[in-house]
């Protein structure tokens, strides 16, 4: 989800609650809409559609967190998903994010100032064969040990 309006641009998002303010159940086409145009939904954007609706932030800021497809600080370029599902993690995949964590000086479900990487920790990615798995974007990474990070890293 690439961001297309500057985040500090505040108008875009008032203009997409004047546009969807009259249509019933209009919050989850709004917040769908604000993301998809600037990469997120900070609070500073929230704000300014409660604003518009004449909502409390609160029931935006609820939605938001509520739905796992919303996010509250702009993703990086590139996501690292990294899989804890049981087949990745008994293979210590908690060593391939601790890894991730350690070059990134990141946490986990957060992105680099510099906005190029995001970190996740993901369930089960359907590649259990593979384990322990990562995925950065479209690209699967299989068998990792701690050691494969910083070459893996350096290609993006």
């Keep these: 989800m690439a961001q297309t309006v500057d985040i500090k641009?505040?108008?875009v998002a008032r203009q997409i609650a004047r546009d969807y303010k009259d249509v019933p159940g209009c919050i989850m086409p709004i917040l769908q809409k604000t993301q998809e145009k600037y990469g997120c939904l900070s609070f500073e954007i929230q704000q300014a559609l409660a604003d518009e609706l004449d909502i409390p932030v609160s029931e935006l800021y609820g939605v938001a967190t509520f739905y796992s497809q919303f996010s509250l600080e702009r993703k990086g370029d590139y996501k690292i998903g990294v899989c804890l599902g049981t087949a990745c993690y008994v293979k210590k995949s908690q060593d391939i994010l601790d890894?991730?964590?350690k070059q990134l000086n990141l946490e986990v479900?957060?992105?680099t100032p510099d906005h190029?990487?995001?970190l996740e920790a993901t369930r089960c990615l359907g590649c259990c064969g593979l384990a322990p798995v990562m995925m950065i974007n479209d690209d699967v990474y299989g068998g990792l040990v701690p050691e494969d990070i910083a070459a893996i890293l350096a290609k993006y």
């Design 9 to 11: 641009d505040l108008s």
């Design 99 to 101: 890894e991730l964590q």
């Design 109 to 111: 479900g957060h992105t």
């Design 116 to 118: 190029k990487f995001t």
